[in-house]
């Protein structure tokens, strides 16, 4: 069976902001699946922070992107075909192959997801680069410990399963305030809200939308 995918490939690197002009919208036809592989046709796709950094061509704690190669990232897909037995058609699996909208997917580097578990999109998020990004900050960086207080000073750019600015920023400051028991305070859109929420140190954070 001939199967197309389309993928955006990194055609130049950018200087400061990324534009349409870096990249490239490239369709080619995928070869035939080989034993221990899968085909994944992607659902949602990761469009995160570090991936600025991996698109100039510098020493850092990743690859860069290669120029002519689609970009990689996590990606939430459903299997359309399997070549290994751990996998059927209909799962929803987690993988890195990034932008691109079908792909073949060795099953070492495929995990399986429960789509009823969670929204698929927080599967990227919360519990994605940027989930584990922040849990590594506060547990093994920060060394976070009961008593203490979290400052959110990205809240009020965040989204959480659809939810509006102001909804996310009540839930990621519950949700750290929950984490060892230590106040939360989330950055506010004005100088009030900021000033309220500096006097209240953190005492209730809950009800500091």
């Not at 699996?93 to 909208?101: A, E, I, L, N």
Request: proline share 7%.
């Amino acid at each position: 069976m001939t199967v197309a995918a389309r993928e955006i490939h990194l055609k130049s690197r950018p200087s400061g902001t990324p534009g349409p002009d870096n990249f490239a919208l490239v369709e080619r036809t995928l070869p035939d699946l080989a034993d221990g592989q899968l085909l994944a046709k992607a659902l949602w796709m990761s469009v995160d922070p570090y991936m600025r950094g991996r698109m100039s061509d510098r020493p850092s704690y990743i690859a860069p992107f290669q120029l002519g190669q689609p970009l990689e990232g996590d990606t939430i897909g459903v299997v359309e075909e399997s070549r290994d037995d751990r996998f059927k058609p209909g799962d929803v699996v987690k993988h890195f192959f990034g932008w691109r909208d079908r792909a073949i997917v060795d099953a070492t580097a495929a995990t399986r997801i429960d789509p009823a578990a969670l929204p698929l999109p927080a599967w990227l998020g919360p519990l994605g680069i940027p989930g584990l990004t922040a849990r590594a900050g506060l547990t093994h960086i920060a060394k976070l410990k009961e008593g203490e207080t979290v400052f959110v000073s990205g809240a009020r750019g965040c989204r959480l399963d659809g939810r509006s600015d102001r909804e996310d920023q009540g839930r990621a400051r519950r949700r750290f305030g929950r984490y060892g028991r230590e106040g939360a305070l989330g950055e506010g859109r004005t100088r009030r809200r900021r000033r309220h929420q500096l006097q209240d140190g953190g005492q209730s954070h809950q009800g500091a939308h």
